[in-house]
């Protein structure tokens, strides 16, 4: 079952109207190339992502980096 914080960044990247795809492009841009795939497992609580990624959905989701942290198991 996803966590609480897992399931926000879903919420907030819908709610800035963007695709899993279109913050992949977003996160490659900001030095953390990832895949579509690994942020779906991200937003579903299956992976946790490593500290540079964090920081960079931190920054452009407007989200805490520790809550990204706990976003999965």
Do not use: Y
Not at 30 to 48: D, K, M, N, Q
């Amino acid at each position: 079952m996803a966590s609480e914080a897992a399931s926000q960044l879903k919420h907030v990247r819908l709610r800035r109207g963007m695709t899993l795809q279109e913050l992949a492009d977003k996160c490659a841009a900001g030095g953390a190339p990832v895949t579509e795939s690994a942020l779906s497992r991200i937003e579903r609580g299956r992976h946790t992502p490593r500290p540079k990624l964090r920081a960079v959905l931190a920054g452009l989701l407007d989200l805490d980096f520790d809550e990204i942290q706990r976003g999965a198991a």
